[in-house]
């Protein structure tokens, strides 16, 4: 079985199948067409392995188009893609359909960061970042570009990838640290002092997410899809080390108070690194109130503390 990862497949599809395919067919568009492999799958983070090829694993490769291109040469350009080889490197290709759903193939650039994100491209307004949830930012900005002569496509994703704008990344930073005091230095304790033990670990569960996401917040990204988000926030610079003190609240029992509190003092450590709170409260929701004063939009500051 090929052990090739996702991304090196679709690249060297691409350059063995794709390229020609383009440079004989389209050649006066060759430098108009955006090729890579980006959006929803475990390929496209990286995180493929041999579990992962029990389904949606194929070869294949996105073909990214303007509007104005995609008016005079999308459907030649589709069927062209869609007869190279059916297989390769024994894996096979993707069904293309005209009819979305199609993770690969051809499709304008709107329309790719449409069902990525909801929108055409950069969201304009604070409410629009905010509505989006954190995923699929994340699948809008995965994977590998292999080429972008043009650029419009990677004008678009260049900008995602800088993260949220300042005030909606202060507003979520201040909503998460408030869920966290609420879920898990207020709430998981009285749980379990009820001996109610499924809303304990309910509340321990809340807690994690929301803190992962005030790391991935912290780190200035987005949070991908829940089953990737303690692998991926390993992999950050800023606190990622809390990954195991996590892994240990969700799967161990037992009393998960001190690691609560080790993660919460370690996130109070780096919103005052970062300058975005000055007290030294080891309870995060006075820290949320201080991020909520830092925000200069005064909507996204208005809003209930816990929204974001």
Known sequence: M??????????????????????????????RIAVGLAGEGSECFGFDDELSRDHDFEAGFCLWLTPEDGEVIGFRLFRAY???PEEFQGVKKEKTSLFG??????????????????????PEEAEQWLAIPEYALA??????????????????????????PEDV????????????????QYNYGRCRKRGEAGAAALAAA???????????LLNNRYTPY????????????????LRPSMERLLTEGGDGGPL??????????????????????EYLEPHALSVTERIRDGALRNLHLMEG
């Open 226 to 241: 829940y089953k990737w988000m303690l692998r991926a926030m390993g992999e950050l610079p800023v606190l990622g080390w």
């Open 169 to 184: 990344r202060l507003k979520k930073i201040a909503a998460r640290a408030a869920l966290m005091a609420q879920s898990g």
């Open 2 to 31: 090929n052990s090739m990862k996702g991304l090196e497949l679709a690249r060297a599809y691409y350059e063995a199948y794709g390229k020609p395919m383009i440079e004989k067919e389209f050649a006066e568009y060759a430098g």
């Open 101 to 122: 759903g199609r993770r690969k193939g051809v499709m304008e650039i709107s329309e790719f960061y449409g069902n990525m994100i909801g929108c055409p491209g950069v």
């Open 260 to 281: 609560i509190e080790e993660i919460c003092g370690a996130v109070a450590k780096e919103l005052r690194r970062q300058g975005l709170t000055s007290g030294d409260w």
């Open 206 to 216: 809340e807690f994690v997410k929301a803190g992962i996401s005030m790391v991935f």
């Open 82 to 84: 869609g007869k190279l």
């Open 139 to 164: 699948q809008a900005v995965n994977g590998e570009v292999f080429r972008d002569d043009l650029g419009e496509f990677s004008r678009i994703r260049n900008i995602l990838q800088k993260g949220y």
